[in-house]
């Protein structure tokens, strides 16, 4: 019984923690005119095929301009660089070798997408983020008022069920780590990151993290060290993306490639605050008591507050949690598999050592 209250009160206190930055830390538009910068934009993409024209018109119309947009193609295998190569106004680089040693493809792609740029900032698009019209303007806007680098994780899209499976994943990355709590986080988040060139090659960019498989979070730690201001935000529908659209393996794989390599990147304290949390939702759904109801309706109902504003999850996902926490569970512990044992994860065709 004293167990059961213990992990009944921690939950709801982590979860209102969790639920108070969530709703703090809301990408929201501004008012503000501004003059105007020079920004390159540079998008590394490998097998986008599916997305890259969407992200190209997103950032076209863009209501502030960005002075020029870079596609670094990773070896595509696929229909990408013939894509891209359709806007007149893009430039195209294409890597048709594998990384060098010691590099891994994303932070090569990104490299190389720096080495032919000239804006004075630059923005790290994934080629899977849609932009709101005003996107590009509210996130300068941004940097202006905090002088450092800006990351954004964006708001969630789904369309197949499948997709849904990413529930857990998108909290636990929110906020079972140290990157929305804190005005020193543990890293930022990689879908969106924005940086002035001048802190870009004072912290050495990408060429100081090239092997790193979790290179938002270890760029983020760059900064940081450097004392350099790192200030994170939820897209909150200004900026969103679908992260696996080719199915359940896809997303299984991509979230085998990080999840127990970043569960460890927020420092011991953050750790142990996930690991409660998770911990709880595991004791309190297998307690089987009276009481059980409570417990049950409390977990659903803290998860909609946390949750309803990193994706499109529907009612059922919170009455399925169940469901949530056996797929997390069993990424988790093949993610920490393939790194202890295998030292290797795969993604988009490729061996990454770990």
């Known amino acids: 019984m004293i167990l059961d209250i213990f992990f009944y009160i921690s939950f709801i206190i982590i979860s209102f923690i969790f639920i108070y930055f969530g709703k703090n830390k809301l990408l929201k538009p501004n008012n503000t005119n501004l003059e105007y910068h020079k920004i390159s934009v540079i998008i590394p993409a490998r097998n986008e095929e599916k997305n890259i024209s969407k992200i190209l018109k997103s950032i076209i119309n863009q209501s502030y301009k960005p002075y020029e947009i870079i596609v670094v193609d990773d070896s595509s295998t696929d229909k990408t660089p013939n894509i891209v190569k359709t806007f007149k106004d893009v430039k195209l680089i294409r890597l048709n070798e594998d990384p060098p040693k010691g590099w891994n493809g994303k932070t090569w792609a990104i490299w190389n997408g720096y080495k032919n740029s000239t804006g004075d900032y630059l923005l790290f698009l994934d ?3 849609e932009l709101s019209n005003n996107a590009i303007e509210i996130l300068i806007n941004k940097y202006m008022q905090t002088d450092g680098l800006i990351s954004v994780w964006p708001y969630q899209k789904l369309e197949k069920f499948y997709e849904h499976l990413v529930f ?16 020193k986080p543990s890293g930022a988040f990689g879908p969106v990151i924005l940086t002035s060139r001048k802190n870009y090659e004072l912290t050495g960019g990408h060429e100081v993290i090239k092997d790193s498989v979790l290179e938002d979070i270890k760029l983020g730690k760059l900064y940081v060290k450097n004392n350099i ?6 897209g909150n529908k200004i900026i969103k993306f679908r992260m696996y659209p080719n199915g359940i393996s896809q ?31 595991f004791h309190l759904f297998f307690t089987f008591k009276s009481i059980y109801l409570l417990y049950y309706f409390t977990i659903v109902f803290m998860l909609f507050l946390i ?5 499109d999850f529907k009612w059922y996902d919170y009455f399925i949690f169940p469901v949530h926490l056996i797929f997390f569970a069993i990424t988790f512990f093949y993610s920490l598999y393939r790194k202890l044992f295998l030292h290797t994860v795969i993604w988009k065709g490729r061996n990454i050592d770990v």
């Not at 857990?168 to 005005?183: A, D, P």
């Not at 990080?258 to 409660?276: D, E, F, K, M």
């Not at 949750?307 to 994706?311: A, D, P, R």
Request: hydrophobic share 50%; no cysteine.
């Open 127 to 129: 080629a899977d983020v």
């Open 168 to 183: 857990l994943f998108n909290i636990i990355i929110v906020h079972g780590s140290n990157m929305i709590r804190s005005k």
């Open 229 to 234: 201001n790192v200030s994170n935000y939820l």
């Open 251 to 281: 997303l299984f794989e991509g979230f085998t490639k990080n999840i127990s390599s970043g569960s460890t990147s927020g420092g011991v304290i953050n750790l142990i605050i996930a690991l409660i949390w998770i911990s709880a939702i």
């Open 307 to 311: 949750s309803k504003n990193l994706g």
